[in-house]
């Protein structure tokens, strides 16, 4: 079975460093993008960054640049989100997501087929 | 950056109503778009890929269409388990990625 499982729930205080990982099983890890989905209390989705484990190249949406650092370590088909010093704005739930990608027509199209269950983080003095 | 507005953000429908989504791209992607349903306290579920393709396991009441700047998602006739709130996301851009506000679906 393909799936992604992400770690647990986390409580932190602002100023904290924090990095939640996302482990895929079940398909070639290397093969696929890992994006990093945000979605806050009652609001919306919002796409952070994406990750290539067979390589590790990296782009960020522009609102997280510089405020997280998405990294993989792939000999352990991990994916990973951190803070270097959260804030209470950090609270939200963080769900990643594997990129599929299909050939129509000879374009590759791209979208998040695999996700995993979330992992929610709070950052509360 | 693309920016995807989807309207309305909330409707309210019954059970075998046809409803529509719309997604409206800031400039032209193509057909480089997604729709995905969230149901409370769960993962998004991708349904549609570029633009009209269902993917697996989807039921067929679900549509996708458009292409360039304007889509639309269609629900044929709602079902108990389409209550749910569905985002339009692009896939062009670099990154690709940006999601549309989103639009819940609540029963009347």
């Known amino acids: 079975e393909v799936q992604l499982v992400q770690s647990g729930a986390e409580v932190k205080k602002p100023g904290e460093s924090l990095k939640i990982s996302c482990k895929g099983s079940?398909?070639?890890?290397?093969?696929?993008?890992i994006v990093w989905v945000r979605q806050m209390p009652g609001k919306g989705l919002e796409w952070m960054g994406i990750?290539?484990?067979?390589?590790?190249?990296?782009r960020y949406s522009p609102s997280f640049q510089g405020q997280v650092t998405i990294s993989v370590d792939k000999s352990i088909s991990t994916a990973y989100l951190q803070w270097s010093s959260l804030k209470a704005s950090d609270t939200a739930m963080y769900y990643c997501?594997?990129?599929?990608?299909?050939?129509?027509?000879?374009?590759?199209?791209?979208?998040?087929?695999?996700w995993g269950q979330g992992t929610a983080v709070t950052v509360s003095s | 950056d693309i920016q995807m507005t989807q309207s309305p953000s909330s409707l309210s429908a019954s059970v075998g109503d046809r409803i529509t989504v719309t997604c409206r791209a800031s400039?032209?992607?193509?057909?480089?778009l997604n729709w995905y349903q969230q149901k409370p306290g769960k993962a998004p579920k991708l349904l549609i890929y570029?633009?009209?393709i269902l993917q697996s396991g989807v039921p067929s009441r679900f549509r996708g269409s458009g292409s360039g700047t304007d889509f639309t998602l269609t629900i044929s006739s709602l079902q108990p388990e389409d209550f749910a709130t569905y985002y339009c996301?692009?896939?062009?851009?670099?990154?690709?990625?940006?999601f549309g506000g989103g639009t819940k679906v609540e029963i009347k």
């Open positions: 997501a594997r990129e599929g990608q299909w050939l129509v027509r000879g374009f590759h199209f791209y979208g998040m087929d695999v």
């Open positions: 079940g398909y070639s890890f290397t093969s696929y993008w």
């Open positions: 990750i290539y484990p067979g390589d590790s190249a990296t």
């Open positions: 400039q032209i992607i193509n057909n480089y």
């Open positions: 570029a633009a009209s």
């Open positions: 996301q692009q896939s062009y851009g670099t990154p690709r990625g940006t």
